[in-house]
C-alpha cells in the first residue's frame, strides 16, 4: 500500500483542503485529513480519476472496429488517469454499428465502460471531419430502435446534425430512452440548434471543432453554447485542436458546464504513421492526426495531457477536478466521482 499527502484533496463532494489516502491496487482504501508524517509521497494536490466523455481508442485500437479488444486501450487511458470511459464509435454501417454495439455492451454492464457513444452516423456532411461519407445518413426510428436494443442500456450518448431531416424528431425518443443527445459535426443555424436544445439536447459534442466558426450574424452552434446554460460542451484541450485563447473563452463563458475530453484514436500511445478512424485513413505527423483532405481526425492525447497543458498555465487543481470529474459525469447521467473508501472502490489520479 501507499500512503500519498497533499496541501490539497479535492473531489466532487466539494471538499478542498490538507488530506492524505492509502492506495492499493490504484484505489482508495483509506482516506483521512491533515498532513501524516510518514507518508510515501507528498504532492500539491490529490483529484479523483478523470471521466473521458469521448474516446475513441488508443495503442492500435479502434473501439468501432468489430471484434477488436478493447482492453489495451482503455488500460492506456486508465494508465493515464481516466478510470472511467465512454467508448465511442465513429460512423460505420448500420450492421458494423449493431454488432460493435452488441460486443461492447457487456463491458458496460460489467463496468469497464461506462457507456457507449455514437458519433455518428448521424453527421452533415459538410462537418463531417474523418468520417466516411458514404456511411453518412439521416436518423430514422427503425435504426435508432436498432441501435438501442444493440446496444442493451449500453448507449450513453448520440452526436447528431439537428438539420438533418427526421433529427429533430428523433431527439424526444432519444431522450426518452435515456441517451444524452449531443449536437456536433453539424451546419445547423442557431434557431435549430435552439430547437434541439429545447426538445432534449443537452451536449455539444468537440465544441469549435466540426462545425461553423462563430459569425456576428449568424451565430451557429457555438453561438448557442456559449450563452445557453442547459449545454454542457466538450473541449478538447490537447493544444491543436483549440488556440488557448478560444479555450480559456470557453471555460470563461461555460463555466461549470466545460468538460474536457481526449478524442483519442488508435494511434495514441503509439506515435506517427498511418491509421485508420472507423474505416477511414488517417495519418498521424508530429502527433496531429489528419483525414486524408486534411481535416484533423480525432486526438492523440489523453485528458491527462490537456490537464497538463491547463495546470502549466497556472490552472486551479478545483477547475482540474470541475473539468475532468464533475462536469463530465453530470452531463453523462454518471455518479459525480469522489474519493470514496473501500467497497465503493473511488480512484485517485494524482497530480503533483
Do not use: K, Q
Not at 109 to 129: D, I, K, Y
Not at 292 to 298: E, K, P, R
Amino acid at each position: 500500500m501507499t500512503l500519498i499527502a497533499a496541501a490539497r484533496v479535492i473531489d466532487g463532494s466539494g471538499s478542498d483542503g490538507p488530506g492524505w489516502v492509502r492506495l492499493a491496487g490504484g484505489r482508495v482504501v483509506e482516506r483521512g485529513d491533515g498532513a501524516p508524517a510518514d507518508a510515501d509521497r507528498t504532492v500539491d494536490a490529490i483529484l479523483p480519476g478523470f471521466v473521458d466523455g469521448h474516446v475513441h481508442g488508443a495503442r492500435g485500437v479502434d473501439f468501432a472496429t468489430v471484434g477488436a479488444d478493447p482492453a489495451e486501450a482503455i488500460a492506456w487511458h486508465a494508465g493515464r488517469g481516466s478510470t472511467t470511459l465512454v467508448a465511442s464509435l465513429a460512423t460505420g454501417s448500420p450492421a458494423d454499428l449493431v454488432a460493435r454495439l452488441r460486443e461492447l455492451a457487456p463491458l458496460v454492464h460489467a463496468g469497464t465502460l461506462a457507456g457507449l457513444h455514437l458519433e455518428g452516423p448521424f453527421l452533415s456532411a459538410g462537418r463531417r471531419g474523418a468520417h466516411n461519407p458514404d456511411l453518412l445518413r439521416s436518423p430514422a426510428p427503425a435504426e435508432i430502435d436498432a441501435l438501442l436494443e444493440a446496444g442493451d442500456g449500453g448507449v450513453r450518448m448520440i452526436t447528431l446534425a439537428p438539420e438533418l431531416p427526421g433529427a429533430l424528431e428523433v431527439v424526444p425518443r432519444l431522450v426518452e430512452a435515456g441517451v444524452r443527445v449531443a449536437i456536433g459535426h453539424t451546419e445547423a443555424p442557431a434557431d435549430v440548434v435552439s430547437r434541439a436544445v429545447d426538445l432534449g439536447a443537452s451536449i455539444v459534442t468537440h465544441l469549435f471543432n466540426g462545425m461553423p466558426p462563430l459569425h456576428h450574424r449568424a451565430p451557429g452552434t457555438v453561438g448557442v453554447a456559449l450563452g445557453d446554460p442547459r449545454l454542457a460542451v466538450e473541449l478538447i484541450g490537447d493544444g491543436d485542436h483549440l488556440d488557448d485563447r478560444v479555450l480559456d473563452l470557453a471555460l470563461r463563458d461555460c463555466a461549470g458546464r466545460a468538460m474536457l475530453v481526449s478524442d483519442a484514436m488508435a494511434a495514441a500511445g503509439l506515435g506517427d504513421g498511418d491509421y485508420t478512424l472507423a474505416g477511414s485513413a488517417v495519418t498521424v505527423r508530429d502527433g496531429v492526426a489528419r483525414a486524408a483532405d486534411g481535416a484533423i481526425a480525432g486526438s492523440t492525447s489523453s485528458v491527462s495531457d490537456a490537464v497538463e497543458r491547463l495546470l502549466a498555465r497556472g490552472a486551479d487543481p478545483a477547475l482540474i477536478a470541475e473539468l475532468t470529474a464533475v462536469a463530465p459525469a453530470r452531463a453523462l447521467g454518471l455518479e459525480v466521482p469522489g474519493l470514496a473508501v473501500a467497497l465503493e472502490g473511488g480512484r485517485v489520479s494524482r497530480v503533483g
